[in-house]
């Protein structure tokens, strides 16, 4: 029981911080928060990503390369030109690291206006910090796992956010259905997306990129709105309401 927890807990955590700050925030500046609250989602972004933890920066330039070339040779991630889910994975990584480096020309047109914690960031890709995150991870394990098999879901934990990424990228561009016609391969894969939290509306968010709300249509439900909107209603971040406002009209 104690393995099952955790590991729903690291998932929907990790999964959680990926689309509400890196993608959200970091990417697309939805809404503003202060000081305080950026560095807290960072650290917190940290904490939850563990061994895979994403650097701000480089996700948001990556992914603002992926709205701007989507589904043609210069997207960093797209299914279309890698043969499987593992070559897409690795060709990501690569480019990742470049951009991370300041070593990818094609990134620097899309930099800045994300959060910069260099502490945080530095710390947090080093082999030591990823190294002391999965032994803590094999440690609980070790305490707590019941049956051999669930030693089997490690892999997943040491490789969370990238595995999260996969899902999205793979999934939201090759399969579902679509409201618009965007001139690439997105698609709406889930209606209801427990699996990604919202990420799956990839259809929609490619038409409508500075939506809050990924989901559209009235069945279309996106989790991580919800937790979006209820910080806006206690004061904890702010919504950018024009754009929301006009993200409606268009939809």
């Known amino acids: 029981m104690a393995i099952l927890v955790f590991f ?32 807290f989602f960072f650290l917190f972004t940290y904490i939850c990503q563990g061994s895979s933890f994403l650097s701000p920066r480089a996700y948001a ?6 709205h701007a070339y989507s589904d043609t040779e210069m997207d960093p991630h797209s299914p279309h030109f890698s043969s499987n889910a593992f070559s897409m994975m690795w060709k990501t990584k690569n480019i990742y690291n470049d951009v991370l480096n300041h ?7 899309f930099e800045g206006d994300y959060p910069v914690w260099n502490a945080v960031e530095s710390f947090g890709d080093k082999w030591y910090s990823r190294i002391g995150w ?4 094999v440690l609980f394990y070790i305490n707590f796992a019941t049956a ?11 490789l969370m956010g990238p595995l999260h990424g996969a899902i999205v990228n793979w ?11 965007n001139h690439d391969k997105s698609k709406n894969t889930l209606a209801l997306d427990f699996l990604a939290f919202g990420e799956l509306f990839q259809n ?11 989901g559209v249509k009235w069945w279309e439900f996106d989790p991580t709105y919800v937790f979006i909107w209820s910080l806006d209603k206690v004061g904890v971040i702010k919504i950018k309401r024009k754009q929301k406002a006009a993200a409606r009209m268009a939809a």
Do not use: C
């Open 134 to 137: 999965g032994t803590a991870y």
């Open 171 to 181: 999934g939201g561009h090759k399969y579902g259905y679509q409201n618009f016609d």
């Open 148 to 158: 051999w098999w669930q030693y089997l879901l490690l892999p997943i934990h040491f």
């Open 61 to 66: 330039l990556l992914h603002r390369m992926h």
């Open 8 to 39: 729903i807990a690291h998932y929907y955590l990790s999964l959680f911080t990926q689309t509400f700050y890196l993608h959200r925030y970091a990417a697309h500046r939805m809404f503003t928060m202060n000081k305080f609250w950026e560095k």
């Open 103 to 109: 070593n990818y020309a094609a990134a620097e047109r």
């Open 204 to 214: 929609n968010h490619h038409k409508l990129p500075m939506r809050v709300n990924f």
